[in-house]
């Protein structure tokens, strides 16, 4: 590791791990204090929906924001500039397709997991397994992207530069997620994700305000600073670039451009098809809860997105881009490294803390959405054909999230070091393609039938899945995941741009070549267009 990676590490690590090892502490106590309630299945899976909408609107901006959004996109803007801050106007414009398309209806419709809608009206095995896939995938899509966070933080923090040590801790951070899922279940990572969210949301705050100080209050005059720390770049790649303009990561060649777009795509449509910000509606009594959620939810991450803004440029114009690709976890030690730089040890422990956390609760989040989808859809309703106890009903919950995590933790080893926006980015292009079209033509469309929502399925996984396998994200480029391979025949890092239209045309082709043979419910669907814009026979609150 070169001299300016070490440099960054002055702070104390043995205060760094104790101001986090506090809060592991006290989310513990909190999550054990939680789980003594959880009696029942739907206890365990939606917390018995006794959350209030401003409650469950924190904990969704704490599930949201995970490490993508405060190391990758704060490292992203100060490398790229413009372009970094591209990935926040996507993750938030997408709540607004979150919030008119799909909150208020699936809480209405659903029970414990996003299946339960698209198997409503369709046959319940096939469209049930179909989404149980597809949930696992964009979860262990999503928990990768995590784990590398928590590899390139920990690098920084204890100034451990060797990839085993670095997968160790990887190793550390599943079993610590294993721990929250199998003791708390959905009351327990609730809590933890509005702690965090709190935090989170407190610490960026913070450190806003300080480099807003250190510039008289005066954005222009940060956004000249960082211009002039990137011109003054010993790489000439870097410090060619205007990163007050569009094009640093973006431009130039038309292909270029065209993965922007597709870039875009997945952002702004991912969001409505991510199974655990999904599952997070059914933690509320009613629709209008889940309404009131989503409205807190986009306040408070947009009030962060345009910290990032503030931090992002912050740390290119006080740490320089140099340090901070030098540093142990590239990219991603932007943030850490401007904490340090505004408030020293004490500081740049709290904010590594608080990431840390951010890591924790998110990978929490994932894991129990992924578990419970497979035991509620897949053993529950598919191979017990509903007649299963709620007691093993959670049991293969707590079994599916140990194995999720083990899964995770292999997968987080091989993507360490990748910027972690990025890796996000092809989670919501899973989920847009996988998930998304099938959501909105359940909800939407009478004629839609079991055909068309397994092509659109299937077809969108598939799609993505071997595209992003084909693409220089995996192969072909020293960034790549394989940096020594070359098999990138698809020349686009995010498939969104062809596997989204070409889930949702699946959906109807699948629709109409399947129309003739299979009867449509049309009595179910009376019912659930009725329960989705209403509410009527929804899911209730469980009092104890």
Known sequence: ??????????????????????????????????????????????????F???????????????????????????????????????????WLVALLLVAEMLRNTGKFTMADVLSFRLKEGPVRTAAALTTLTVSLFY??????????????????????????????????????????????????????????IAGAGLM???????????????????????????????????????GAQYGGSEMSKLNFLSLGLALVLGTAGLPHVLMRFYTVPTAKEARRSVVWAIGLIGSFYLFTLVLGYGAAAIVGPDKILAAAGGQNSAAPLLAFELGGVILLGVISAVAFATILAVVAGLTITASASFAHDIYASVLKKGK???????????????????????????????????????????????????ILYSLFWRRFNTTGALWSMYGGLISTIVLIVFSPAVSGSKTAMISGA????????????????????????????????????RAKAAEMEVRSLTGVGAEKAISH
Do not use: C
Not at 150 to 165: E, F, N, T, Y
């Open 208 to 246: 806003t305000v300080l480099v807003l100080a250190k510039y008289g209050f005066n954005f222009s005059d940060i956004l000249g600073a960082a211009q002039e720390s990137v011109s003054e770049s010993t790489s000439k790649a870097v410090a060619a670039r205007d990163v007050l303009a569009p």
């Open 52 to 94: 209030s909408g401003p409650q469950n609107g924190i904990a969704i901006a704490g599930d949201y924001l995970s490490a993508a959004s405060f190391l990758g996109i704060a490292g992203a803007i100060a490398v790229y500039g413009y372009d970094g801050f591209l990935y926040s106007i996507g993750f938030l414009v997408a």
């Open 486 to 521: 070359d098999f990138d025949y698809f020349p686009l890092s995010n498939p969104g741009i062809v596997s989204i239209p070409l889930a949702f045309a699946l959906g109807v082709v699948g629709t109409f070549l399947g129309g003739r043979g299979e009867q449509v419910d």
């Open 388 to 438: 299963v106890e709620e007691h093993k009903q959670v049991r293969v919950s707590r079994i599916t999230a140990v194995v999720i995590g083990v899964l995770a933790i292999g997968l987080g080893i091989l993507a360490n070091g990748q910027n972690i926006a990025f890796l996000v980015a092809l989670a919501f292009a899973v989920a847009a393609a996988a998930n998304l079209p099938t």
């Open 1 to 50: 590791m070169s001299t300016l990676a070490a440099s960054s590490t002055v702070g104390n690590p043995i205060a760094n791990i104790a101001i986090f090892l506090v809060f592991v502490a006290v989310t513990m106590v909190v999550v054990i204090r939680a789980s003594r309630n959880n009696a029942s299945a739907a206890d365990y899976f939606t917390g018995g929906r006794g």
């Open 143 to 200: 928990l990768l992207a995590q784990m590398a966070g928590a590899g390139g933080l920990v690098a920084l923090l204890l100034d451990i530069s060797s990839r085993a040590g670095q997968s160790v801790v990887i190793a550390a951070v599943g079993v610590l997620m294993i721990v929250y899922v199998l003791v708390g279940g959905m009351k327990g990572t609730t809590w933890v994700q509005i702690i965090k969210a709190v935090l989170l």
